[in-house]
């Protein structure tokens, strides 16, 4: 059964620590992202990877950094940089034609 | 830099009713993709546009792509409750890289 999966669902951060999201597909995508959204708001992009070992900044890169060890994984590290962090984190996937298929979300709360 | 807008950004429609969500882009763009979000869960994919006077439709729900005037719409025929949500579109904004930029969606209510 192919997917995309993300871990964990909920997320709670203490100030000035470092969390990791998860993000796995196992439909043998080359391209990943990485959007943040906020209530009410469309989404963001943070981070991208169109092939293994590369990524590229989105339009709110700061206060975040990934990777791209392996093609299936492409996990998310919000730092103590991010000053707003609390937020829906979805990750997703796309096809050679271009479409994107996201994840089931990691909700982020800063406490 | 491609701006996206959607309108409008709340709609509360009857049952049975027909009505259209707007989507404007400010940029050329080859292809636009519209989204549905249940509250609190993950974006599915609804449509893909490809090209100029593209036309795609599933069930109650119908899209088309005007590249000329940059813009697409998502028609809503006969509303059932099912249909609530919010509703996104996306533009490609040119590339190899196939970003996209989103609008900030159109949440439907759909009443009895």
């Known amino acids: 059964d192919g997917g995309i999966t993300q871990s964990p669902k909920y997320l709670f951060r203490k100030e000035g620590q470092n969390v990791t999201l998860s993000c796995e597909q196992n439909l043998n995508h080359d391209a990943m992202y990485w959007y943040r959204q906020d209530p009410g708001q469309g989404l963001r992009l943070i981070y991208y990877s169109q092939i293994v070992n590369d990524f590229q900044k989105g339009d709110i890169a700061e206060g975040y950094s990934v990777s791209r060890e392996k093609k299936e994984s492409f996990p998310l590290t919000v730092t103590s940089a991010q000053k707003n962090p609390t937020a829906f984190y979805l990750c997703?996937?796309?096809?050679?034609?271009?479409?994107?298929?996201f994840g089931p979300g990691t909700r982020l709360t800063v406490l | 830099e491609l701006k996206v807008e959607q309108n409008p950004l709340f709609l509360s429609m009857q049952e049975g009713k027909n009505y259209t969500i707007y989507c404007n882009y400010s940029?050329?763009?080859?292809?636009l993709y519209w989204y549905r979000q249940d509250p609190g869960k993950s974006l599915e994919s609804l449509f893909v546009?490809?090209?100029?006077?593209a036309v795609k439709q599933e069930g109650r729900l119908m899209a088309s792509l005007d590249t000329k005037a940059r813009l697409s719409t998502l028609h809503i025929t006969a509303a059932v409750h099912d249909l609530s949500a919010t509703y996104f579109c996306a533009v490609h904004s040119g590339g190899s890289n196939y970003k996209l930029t989103f609008g900030k969606g159109t949440l439907l209510t759909v009443n009895p």
């Open positions: 546009l490809l090209s100029n006077g």
């Open positions: 940029t050329t763009s080859d292809r």
């Open positions: 997703a996937s796309r096809t050679s034609g271009g479409t994107q298929y």
